[in-house]
Structures are given as C-alpha cells and as structure tokens.
C-alpha cells in the first residue's frame, strides 16, 4: 500500500511538472510566434529589409498561434483546478452546515469529473472520425486529428484533477486555495531584504 501511494506521488509530481512545462512552452512559442509575425509585418514597408524577407512566408503564423492557444487553454484547464485558479460561485456553499457543505463540494468535484469524462470521450471519438477524413489544416497543412487531439487530452487530464482533488478533500476536507496577493518567492526576498529594527 505505501510503495503505491509513493508511485502515485511520483506520478503526480511528474504529471504536475509536464502540465506546467507544457502550458509555459506553448505559451511561449505563441508570443514568439506573433512577435516574430508583426516584425515581418512591419518591417515589410522598409526596403533593404524587405529585400532579405520578401522571400519569408508567414501566412501560416496567426493558425499555428490559434493552435497553440488552444492546446494551452486546455492544459490550463487542468491546471486551474489542480491549483484551485477556477473562479467558482459559493454562496449556498458557504451558508450550510458543515455535513451539508462536504456532500456539495464533492458534488460539485465528482460532477466536474463527470462532464470532463464525456468531453474526454466524445473527444476522442471525434479525432478519430476527422483521421479518417485525413482532413489537413488550411495554412499549415498540419493533419486536424492532431489539433483536435487537445479535447481528449485536456479533458482527460482535467478529469484526473477533479478526481485528485476529490479524494484530497474526502481525506482532508481542504480544497486547493489560490490566493491571488501571493506571489510565490516575494515574501522570502522581502525577509531577506528588509533591514533589521533598531534596538530600543
């Protein structure tokens, strides 16, 4: 039982730090992507320049960012509930007894992992049928079945953290908190930095 609770930990850190290096990387080949687009596009009105670029082809840039935006969406789905980032409406929640508040927080976590399922699934089900097209994208030519692959996969993981996040609260009663003020290293610097009070 505790060698699978440690190989369920190691997963999770590693599907924790894949989510997070995935949703960073496409952020960042996005915004490299359309700097890179309106540099071409703006410097096309300048000669010797554009006697180097006119040669460049770019027409693809605004699909592959969409594309991109998307799969990031999705990941970023999985990681707002992951990290508790999700806005959420709480009233009844909050003005119920505590028996009562427990069934509807994990209600509302298995329900979410419900709806997650079926996209997952019906997800999949759709990328096979558009392999079978072998339906390509306009600019890219990028076959589709690999753009719509981002529903199963973020479906699937954002189910997975429903359920995560489930079973941590059954255990514990605590649901992941995000707090907005706090950024992550600003108050150990703030420590470090600040000057020590004199003596009285």
């Known amino acids: 039982m505790k060698r699978a609770a440690a190989v369920l930990r190691t997963l999770n850190r590693g599907a924790n730090r894949l989510e997070e290096a995935l949703i960073a990387s496409f952020m960042a080949a996005a915004t490299v ?10 410097t096309a009105s300048i000669p010797w320049i554009w006697r180097y ?14 594309y991109l935006f998307i799969w990031m969406a999705k990941f970023g789905a999985a990681y707002g509930v992951r990290t508790g980032i999700h806005v959420g409406v709480d009233v009844i929640v909050k003005n119920v007894s505590p028996r009562w508040r427990r069934v509807l927080v994990l209600f509302g976590l298995c329900a979410g992992a419900f ?12 990328v096979t049928e558009v392999h079978e097209t072998g339906q390509v994208s306009p600019d ?61």
């Open 140 to 200: 890219l030519e990028l076959p589709m079945w690999i753009v719509y692959l981002a529903i199963p996969l973020g479906s699937g993981l954002m189910c997975y953290r429903f359920l995560q996040v489930a079973w941590a609260f059954w255990r514990t009663d605590e649901l992941p908190r995000h707090d907005a003020a706090r950024v992550e290293g600003i108050e150990e610097a703030g420590a470090r930095a600040a000057p020590a009070e004199p003596a009285a």
């Open 53 to 66: 670029t006119s040669s460049i082809d770019m027409t693809w840039a605004q699909e592959l960012c969409i």
């Open 33 to 42: 992507v359309i700097f890179a687009s309106v540099v071409y596009r703006y």
């Open 115 to 126: 709806f997650t399922a079926v996209i997952a699934a019906l997800g999949a089900w759709f």
